[in-house]
């Protein structure tokens, strides 16, 4: 089974930057979909950045144009560069694996998640 690690959440203030790292314990970059996701208490989980296979990226509106998703594939991470940081950011944030047509009786995979908290 392959395994997603976050790492990066943190405290940061208004207008400042992180970088989330989500670990992969197997190449799956050719055929899985990497996206990164965000949920606040009580609320459903939200796309924020998806890299696909091919390797075309978007973006939720809210984040376009702060935020970058990119993929190493040496180390087999997957980076969630995000700028200029509100409150509205403030979430945990989780990795996503999304199998393709490529990849046979695949499921879903999910990391646990890291905190992101913007002060204001």
């Known amino acids: 089974q392959v395994q997603l690690v976050e790492s990066g959440g943190g405290l940061v203030q208004l207008g400042g930057s992180l970088r989330l790292s989500c670990v992969v314990s197997?190449?799956?970059?050719?055929?899985?979909?990497m996206g990164w996701y965000r949920q606040t208490p009580g609320k459903q989980r939200e796309l924020v950045a998806r890299?696909?296979?091919?390797?075309?990226?978007n973006y939720a509106e809210s984040v376009e144009g702060r935020f970058t998703i990119s993929r190493d594939f040496d180390k087999i991470t997957v980076y969630l560069q995000m700028e200029a940081l509100t409150p509205e950011d403030t979430a945990i944030y989780y990795c996503?694996?999304?199998?393709?047509?490529?990849?046979?009786?695949?499921?879903?995979?999910w990391g646990l998640g890291t905190q992101v908290t913007v002060s204001s």
């Open positions: 197997s190449n799956i970059f050719g055929i899985f979909d």
């Open positions: 890299v696909t296979a091919h390797g075309d990226r």
């Open positions: 996503n694996a999304e199998p393709t047509s490529l990849a046979s009786n695949a499921r879903p995979l």
